[in-house]
């Protein structure tokens, strides 16, 4: 098995989700309880909560490098919102980071979706970081909800989804938002949250939820398991 670098803490709530998903997942895949070998790194969620894009992009490149030189054979950063960091990092290190916009276009590809929703931060959702590779890798077209409900999206994830605070208040709002993309066009939606899932599942909804969280975790998964290239 591989080792993998995890880059966790935007939230803590989050960070545990993918641990958990990823042992077992590991577990299911070989019909035992082993557990992979991860290293990793929890930083301050208050990080992102600065809005200082430099200083965002500078903590996970010098993060990067700490779980490179311990030994990880690839990095997963364990929400969606800090991959704005990606093609600053990327190449900065030796070693790949597995992106989730990656994990969901796999997804969103063999189901045959070419039009999702998004739900997630004011960054994930304004930002190009997931739009850009989805239409680039994929040829998928992501759509958002309305510019008037922006702040009151990221209101609901940054001061209670990722403080563990999850209301019926909330969950009402964000089913209605996933009813406005399906008129939209949306054919499924990205949860773009990783705390989103925890929130709202497949059963509250008639369209079908990407989550991103689980899809990320199979990914590495299935990276972990992978044989070493020759020369690697």
């Given at each position: ?120 931060t004011r960054a994930t959702m304004k930002g190009d970081f997931l739009h850009k590779r989805l239409k680039e ?10 510019e008037d409900f922006m702040d009151e999206i990221h209101h609901y994830i940054a001061a209670e989804l990722t ?61 972990i398991f992978q044989k070493e290239q020759t020369g690697t």
């Amino acid at each position: 098995m591989r080792t993998l670098g995890l880059i966790g803490g935007t939230s803590w709530h989050s960070s545990i989700v993918y641990y958990r998903l990823i042992n077992e997942m590991a577990g299911k895949r070989t019909g035992s309880q082993i557990n992979p070998p991860l290293i990793l790194y929890s930083l301050n969620v208050e990080l992102m909560r600065e809005h200082d894009i430099d200083k965002i992009k500078t903590t996970y490149l010098h993060i990067a490098r700490k779980l490179e030189i311990a030994g990880a054979r690839a990095i997963v950063i364990c929400a969606n919102t800090p991959h704005l960091v990606y093609e600053y990092v990327h190449d900065k290190i030796s070693i790949p980071i597995l992106h989730i916009a990656d994990a969901i276009g796999m997804e969103a590809t063999r189901k045959g979706y070419k039009k999702l929703g998004l739900l997630g931060t004011r960054a994930t959702m304004k930002g190009d970081f997931l739009h850009k590779r989805l239409k680039e890798k994929f040829g998928i077209e992501t759509v958002i909800p309305e510019e008037d409900f922006m702040d009151e999206i990221h209101h609901y994830i940054a001061a209670e989804l990722t403080r563990g605070k999850f209301t019926e208040s909330a969950k009402s709002f964000f089913l209605d938002h996933i009813q406005l993309l399906k008129e939209k066009g949306a054919q499924a939606v990205i949860m773009g949250c990783t705390e989103l899932p925890l929130l709202i599942s497949e059963e509250d909804t008639d369209l079908p939820l990407l989550q991103s969280t689980n899809l990320h975790a199979k990914m590495a998964v299935n990276f972990i398991f992978q044989k070493e290239q020759t020369g690697t």
